[in-house]
């Protein structure tokens, strides 16, 4: 079994959607949990990061943690045809823990 | 542009070349990653650095990987004897010392082994 679960998808939705993207993950010692975005062939693009539980926006981005459930989602409103990429969960253990756990990533795209 | 530098950004080699990938992280970031994702795959940690030392390597990073940080700055990851298996994207990341967990990831290096 993996540390991080993430549904890869593809996820397809109509522009103006509300978009809920999820990972679930195993190690209880994580405790700050990352999204980030990733074009085709590109590297990916830190988009929020958060720690513990709690929620966490900007724009029209909100993430969610969930320490109890180790479960975390990211929710993107106003959909547009700009946001369709692969997003990627990751999440690390303590302050300054040189190593980021993938999900495998969700492909999103936003038809118009 | 001021963030992670990879060079080159695609490569293709014949199995048993030896290839080297160069990484420039983003100005006095003292932490420097190495990461390799694989299609449809998330990236998967190589080695991280903090300065000039090598601080933590992956099981995945077999004998014929070498990653080097000399004076701190630019990084290196060759590959020798390179296999079909290691075609993948070589991704490097850096981050500040102060912000450990806001990590910054590179364009990445494309590498084909035919």
């Known amino acids: 079994q993996k540390e991080v679960e993430q549904d890869p998808g593809p996820l397809s939705v109509p522009e103006g959607a509300i978009v809920s993207l999820n990972c679930t993950y195993s190690?209880?010692?994580?405790?700050?949990f990352m999204w980030y975005r990733q074009y085709s062939r590109k590297g990916p693009e830190l988009l929020m990061y958060?720690?513990?539980?709690g929620n966490k926006e900007d724009g029209r981005f909100t993430a969610q943690v969930d320490k109890s459930s180790k479960y975390i989602s990211l929710f993107i409103r106003d959909s547009q045809p700009s946001d369709s990429a692969t997003y990627l969960c990751?999440?690390?253990?303590?302050?300054?823990?040189?190593?980021?756990?993938f999900g495998q990533g969700t492909r999103l795209t936003i038809n118009p | 542009d001021t963030g992670v530098s990879q060079d080159p950004r695609h490569k293709i080699t014949k199995r048993g070349q030896n290839v080297t990938f160069r990484c420039d992280p983003i100005?006095?970031?003292?932490?420097l990653y190495w990461y390799r994702q694989t299609l449809g795959q998330g990236p998967e940690f190589l080695t991280y650095?903090?300065?000039?030392?090598?601080?933590?390597k992956s099981r995945l990073l077999s004998d014929r990987f070498s990653a080097e940080r000399p004076k701190g700055s630019f990084s290196t990851l060759e590959i020798q004897r390179t296999e079909q298996g290691d075609s993948a994207m070589y991704l490097c990341?850096?981050?500040?010392?102060?912000?450990?967990?806001?990590?910054?990831f590179g364009e990445g290096s494309w590498l084909t082994v035919v």
């Open positions: 990341a850096s981050s500040h010392r102060t912000a450990g967990n806001t990590i910054y």
């Open positions: 650095f903090q300065n000039e030392a090598q601080l933590e």
């Open positions: 190690n209880s010692a994580f405790q700050y």
């Open positions: 958060t720690y513990s539980s």
């Open positions: 100005s006095e970031h003292n932490r």
């Open positions: 990751a999440m690390t253990g303590g302050q300054g823990a040189q190593k980021l756990v």
